[in-house]
């Protein structure tokens, strides 16, 4: 089965402090992303890489960068985290396909931000 | 742009019937259409997916029917059991990999 980690369930930080969310995937997924879902508003696309050192903006990158050096780590970054960042992130991962394929998801990182 | 809505946020059942979670979405583009069940303190899971050239696809236990003409998908879940009461998403492609997730609808079961 698909594995996909992230390093941590529960974090809290300050306003202002930098925050790094990371994911792993075991698959050899070419594809990763990460997502923020918040009550009332589903899940929506933060960033995503197609392949090493390659990222994409998506619905709602501001405030966020993301890094992706090795192929199976994709790396969430809050430059400077601000209360409104208080959130579920979740990281996925999916194969390469000539469209669309299923996103693996990890259990998610619940971040506040106080 | 792309919205995705589901008619029920709460559908509550009893255990053994069937259930029937819709949705509906908006870009008549889409050809991928997956759908997630995502339990307390856990990452989406999935559970079927389907693509626009078929109108239905059975699993175990779930069935999901494509009516591209409405725009409208439903996932229909037999034997309704505890282990069902979930949030569940239904995804649209919304272009390479790229999925569009609605709030979800909360699947009750009861005894």
């Known amino acids: 089965d698909v594995k996909v980690t992230q390093s941590s369930r529960y974090l809290v930080k300050r306003t202002g402090e930098k925050v790094f969310l990371e994911c792993v995937q075991d698959m050899d997924h070419e594809n990763m992303f990460w997502y923020r879902q918040d009550p009332g508003l589903g899940l929506r696309l933060i960033y995503f890489?197609?392949?090493?050192?390659?990222?994409e903006k998506g619905d709602i990158p501001e405030g966020y960068s993301v890094s992706r050096e090795k192929k199976e780590r994709f790396s969430l970054i809050l430059e400077s985290a601000s209360t409104n960042q208080t959130s579920m992130y979740l990281c996925?991962?999916?194969?390469?396909?000539?469209?669309?394929?299923?996103?693996?998801f990890g259990n998610g990182t619940r971040l506040t931000v106080t | 742009g792309e919205s995705v809505g589901l008619h029920l946020p709460t559908l509550s059942v009893q255990e053994g019937d069937n259930s029937i979670i819709n949705c509906a979405y908006s870009n008549s583009a889409s050809d991928y259409f997956i759908w997630y069940k995502q339990e307390s303190g856990k990452g989406p899971q999935f559970i079927i997916d389907i693509r626009s050239n078929m109108d239905k696809r059975q699993g175990q236990r779930v069935t999901v029917l494509l009516n591209k003409t409405v725009k409208h998908l439903s996932l229909q879940i037999a034997a309704t059991q505890p282990g069902d009461s979930a949030v569940y998403f239904c995804a649209p492609g919304g272009g390479y990999n790229k999925l569009i997730f609605g709030a979800g609808t909360r699947l009750a079961v009861h005894p």
């Open positions: 996925a991962s999916s194969h390469r396909d000539n469209y669309n394929s299923p996103l693996h």
């Open positions: 890489s197609y392949d090493v050192k390659m990222k």
